[in-house]
């Protein structure tokens, strides 16, 4: 690598001297590296609130920690993560803060952006959900003909499909009987329809998760599903029944015909 294309950090000493220690392991295994340690295990793992986190099947040693260590200081990360919980715009190419934790937190955390609480606004909108939830999942939401929904059908792309989609996998075994769960996120029709050939109208709801309800893929993919449903149903009131928005832009999902306590907000931390 020349001079040019290296980056300030790999001229650093804890990275040299991490590069020189990452040259000694060449020639080792994981294997032996146990049997030169059977402690191994105890050393390089980490039980967390029921989560086993393994790292003991890496090549590295107690002297690698340090060397990660001293990068990690030399780096600035802790200055930098101090800055993130701040709420400082460290997200330059955009001018905005990023504040995913928040939505993760308990709200004991008193994350700021822009001067304002954001805590509180996280778990109201939680609250929310989870109210959502419990009346879809106990039937007293119901469709426009009276049905319960057991059809989940969530539309949207990149991380407004890939998040979801994911924690629903992970969770999987945890899922409630007779629910089914689909996700959309190619703008080529033939994913909506062939999800939709599964689906009844009358059972279904959609969750359109755009930031600004205008992102192309997911508008083209959610305006088809709208279609769907009211040639099906009969009338565009049903859309209420049967459509809820993850976005910030409330005009626009009022204008979609989705009624702004079902819209679950985020802010514009969120990138």
Known sequence: MNSQSESPLSQTAAWQALARHASGFADTGISSLFKRDPERFEKFSLHHHGILFDYSKNLLTTETLKLLIDLYQQAGVEAATSAMVAGEKINHTEGRAVLHMALRGNGRHPFRSDGEEVASKVAAVQAQMASFVERVSS??????????????????????????????????????????ADFVSNVDGTHLAEVLKRADAGQTLFIISSKTFTTQETMTNANSARRWLIERLGSEAAVANHFVAVSTNLEAVEQFGIHPDNMFRFWEWVG
């Open 139 to 180: 039937g007293e939401w119901l469709g426009f003909s009276g049905k319960p929904l057991t059809h989940l059908i969530n539309i949207g792309i990149g991380g407004s499909d890939l998040g979801p989609h994911m924690v629903c996998e992970a969770l999987k075994p945890y899922a409630r009987a007779g629910v089914q």
